[in-house]
Nanobody
């Protein structure tokens, strides 16, 4: 069973930055493709970004392209989501998820999900 833990959320002003981390304890961490999702109150969950197991392939939602960067450090069993130029519409609970294959897109299904970390962008 792979357990994912997100961290790095918080309250930030518009235009600010946050870096989210997704960490897991797994000997086979570098086997998994990782996706980041978010869910705002009253809205459906949406895919934000995803990265292949090697880190070579990455995808982004149009709404975050040029502002968010996904990366991974397999030696530390961690995937990062660097979020710059944050907007109020980026507010939500951010989840990371893992699956054992890269499909070229970030859409579910995923095999494992974290509990989420809250991101609030407000002045």
């Amino acid at each position: 069973q792979l357990q994912l833990v997100e961290s790095g959320g918080g309250l930030v002003q518009p235009g600010g930055s946050l870096r989210l981390s997704c960490t897991a304890s797994a000997f086979t961490w570098d086997y998994y493709a990782i996706g980041w999702f978010r869910q705002a109150p009253g809205k459906e969950r949406e895919g934000v970004s995803c990265i292949s197991s090697s880190g070579i392939s990455r995808n982004y939602a149009d709404s975050v392209k040029g502002r968010f960067t996904i990366s991974r450090d397999n030696a530390k069993n961690t995937v990062f989501l660097q979020m710059n130029s944050l907007k109020p519409e980026d507010t939500g609970i951010y989840y990371c998820a893992a699956r054992g294959s890269w499909r070229g897109r970030c859409d579910p299904p995923y095999d494992y999900w974290g509990q989420g970390t809250q991101v609030t962008v407000s002045s």
